[in-house]
């Protein structure tokens, strides 16, 4: 659905950024996204194919070995123990299979010089709370959270209790972090602590790729007088928010524009509004004024052709064209069946991406496009005005039924009847002299 917002001789467009790339591609990210989903690719690339194997990376890649052991001899991890046997005098592995506790390793000691390997060991049997929590030793890692109920949701905090069916549609799906090592260089010393603001810094990027995955993308079109002259896209989040950062990217002429935003509800209401901002005046020099809907109000000659259906086609009535001044023509205009409003002319349109239809010629002013819509309904009338007649013509008079052979002889009579006699030759008498008499 557009948006459009006009302070002439400006009208700014904005509509959803359809295909927006992640943030998490885009953008010069200060933390890392790890993510886990059967379905869908969240977060960072990566080749953990667990989140076990990714804790234990981070771990080893952050937290030293003696830490780790430390950790451990102090019975910190549920899942497994490294003690001390004073018997021998070695340091066991002991972990947890199942419920029960076996021996997994042993080391001589001292341990120094060998807390590498036996830290090696020790993750192999850390289950994912004890590995989280060796993690936070020198990572500053939130928990990320994924909502999956009519679209998708990202969040640092559980959904339970706060959106519906979360007890069947959200989960934990990985975290996001940075180091503390990377966070101070980056940050350096604050009066409020530096792992205070990399929090707030992970929290604000998780945000924004959860405005991403709920489609909140944007971009804009801008035109000046009817011309497009600049557009950007991939502005993430809420749209509120972004005010400042779209205004930005527009000229000074343009400060303000978004105080006069309307959402409307189709392409065809936004050619509308785009058509009006193009009649408002833009050129001026001194004293000379003139605006493009005073340059277009010198005489146009329409000259409009209809075609009926003898059957509408769904919604369509008809086609027409157009020729303008007698050079120019237009073909493929639509005359459309607009219910109780009435038949209606639509012009010339073609699909956008987004599946809507645009016109691709329009008059520019609103004088013209009455002027060429009166016209187009009246040729529409006449031709179906004239295709009436014809067909009543066509129905006129009855058919007249040929004459029977009584009929004829009886006309023959008639005719016989009223004709005048004439009389026969009368016979002369038989001479005297004829041997005969």
Not at 212 to 235: I, K, V
Not at 237 to 245: A, F, K, N, T
Not at 257 to 265: G, Q, S, T
Not at 305 to 321: D, I, N, T
Request: charged share 30%.
């Amino acid at each position: 659905m557009p948006a459009v917002a006009v302070k002439p001789p400006f009208a700014l467009v904005l509509r959803e950024d359809e295909e927006a790339e992640s943030p998490r591609i885009s953008n010069d990210c200060f933390g890392k996204m790890v993510c886990f989903h059967d379905r869908y690719n969240l977060g960072d690339k990566h080749d953990y194919s667990a989140p076990e194997d990714f804790l234990r990376d981070l771990v080893r890649e952050t937290v030293s070995a003696k830490d780790i052991c430390d950790f451990t001899i102090a019975e910190k991890s549920p899942d497994v123990e490294l003690k001390y046997n004073q018997l021998d005098g070695d340091w066991v592995v002991i972990a947890r299979y199942h419920k029960e506790w076996e021996e997994a390793a042993s080391f001589k000691n001292p341990l120094t010089g060998q807390e590498e390997t036996v830290s090696d060991v020790l993750l192999e049997y850390m289950g994912t709370a004890s590995l989280l929590r060796l993690a936070e030793y020198e990572n500053v890692i939130l928990p990320l959270y994924l909502y999956d109920h009519s679209g998708l949701s990202m969040s640092t905090a559980s959904y339970a209790g706060r959106a519906q069916h979360a007890e069947w549609d959200s989960g934990a799906v990985g975290w996001i972090y940075v180091t503390k090592a990377d966070a101070t260089a980056a940050l350096g010393e604050t009066d409020i602590g530096v792992f205070s603001i990399t929090t707030e810094m992970l929290e604000t990027e998780v945000a924004e790729y959860d405005s991403y995955l709920r489609g909140e993308c944007y971009g804009f079109e801008l035109y000046e007088a009817g011309e497009m002259s600049n557009s950007c896209w991939g502005f993430i989040g809420d749209l509120s928010e972004l005010r400042p950062d779209i205004e930005s990217h527009l000229p000074e002429g343009c400060k303000g524009i978004m105080d006069n935003i309307v959402y409307l509800n189709s392409d065809r209401e936004l050619d509308g509004v785009l058509m009006e901002s193009a009649a408002t005046p833009i050129y001026m020099e001194g004293d000379s004024f003139m605006s493009n809907q005073e340059q277009s109000t010198g005489a146009v000659k329409l000259d409009a052709r209809a075609y009926p259906f003898e059957e509408p086609k769904g919604k369509q009535l008809a086609f027409a064209s157009v020729t303008i001044n007698g050079c120019f023509a237009v073909n493929g205009i639509k005359i459309m069946d607009g219910g109780e409003k009435g038949p209606f002319v639509a012009m010339p349109s073609t699909k956008d991406k987004e599946g809507n239809y645009k016109d691709i010629c329009f008059p520019t002013t609103k004088e013209l496009r009455a002027e060429l819509s009166a016209t187009v309904m009246d040729a529409y009338n006449a031709a179906v005005e004239k295709g009436l007649a014809d067909r009543a013509a066509d129905r006129g008079a009855p058919e007249q039924e040929k004459p029977s052979a009584l009929g004829k002889l009886g006309e023959a009579k008639k005719e016989a009847k009223a004709q005048a006699k004439v009389p026969k030759p009368e016979k002369s008498a038989p001479k005297k002299s004829d041997p005969s008499i």
